[in-house]
Nanobody, 125 residues
Framework: QVQLVESGGGLVQAGGSLRLSCAAS????????MGWFRQAPGKEREFVAA????????DYADFVKGRFTISRDNAKNTVYLQMNSLKAEDTAVYYC??????????????????WGQGTQVTVSS
């Protein structure tokens, strides 16, 4: 069983930055593929970014390329999402997720096995 706890959300002005963290329990964190998803009010959950277990491969949704960076620190059992140049349309609840089948990198939420409770990100325009 893996528990994921997100933190770092909050209110920020457009153009600002936030860094989300997702702390994972469990000794096998380094073998999991990790992803970030988001869900805005009235919208479906969507893929944001993912990273392989080795930190050597990443994938991003087109709408965050060049603005968001996913990274992980396996020694700390933590995955991060650095969000720069935030826009009002980035407002959503952000979730981290873990996939026990770590490769290939996954974009579908159904391919992830564990989910955090989410952290709210609100970007004011």
């Amino acid at each position: 069983q893996v528990q994921l706890v997100e933190s770092g959300g909050g209110l920020v002005q457009a153009g600002g930055s936030l860094r989300l963290s997702c702390a994972a329990s469990g000794r096998t964190f380094s073998s999991y593929g990790m992803g970030w998803f988001r869900q805005a009010p009235g919208k479906e959950r969507e893929f944001v970014a993912a990273i392989s277990w080795s930190d050597r491969s990443t994938d991003y949704a087109d709408f965050v390329k060049g603005r968001f960076t996913i990274s992980r620190d396996n020694a700390k059992n933590t995955v991060y999402l650095q969000m720069n140049s935030l826009k009002a349309e980035d407002t959503a609840v952000y979730y981290c997720a873990a996939a026990t089948t770590a490769w290939p990198i996954k974009r579908r939420g159904d391919d992830y096995d564990y989910w955090g409770q989410g952290t709210q990100v609100t970007v004011s325009s």
